[in-house]
């Protein structure tokens, strides 16, 4: 590989912050996710992972389920079609980007 094939900036933004990484690598790996468990996992806190959460839901990359387990609240994640396939073709571009 030669300098001018290494292009970054192909790599997906809204996948490539460190903490939208984490989730969608967490995801990738389980059918689904609570909040907490992803939070846990992450160790982020409750309000940063609500906004990468929102930003994957945007893009379209995850589901988040909203529901009520008793009268505690429940959210669980899970990637969509759409976010499987960009998780894929990320991890792609990275090992182009390395040699790999």
Do not use: C, Q
Not at 11 to 28: C, F, N, T, W
Not at 56 to 81: H, M, N
């Amino acid at each position: 590989m030669t300098e001018s094939d290494f292009n970054a900036a192909k790599l997906d933004e809204v996948i490539h912050g460190k903490l939208r990484l984490g989730i969608m690598a967490y995801l990738s790996a389980v059918s689904e996710a609570s909040f907490t468990e992803l939070k846990d996992k992450t160790e982020a806190s409750d309000g940063n992972l609500s906004v990468h959460m929102r930003k994957l839901e945007e893009a379209g990359y995850i589901a988040v389920d909203k529901s009520f387990v008793g009268r505690r609240p429940r959210t669980t994640l899970s990637l969509t079609p759409v976010g499987r396939k960009a998780w894929i073709i990320y991890l792609e571009e990275l090992r182009r980007l390395t040699g790999g």
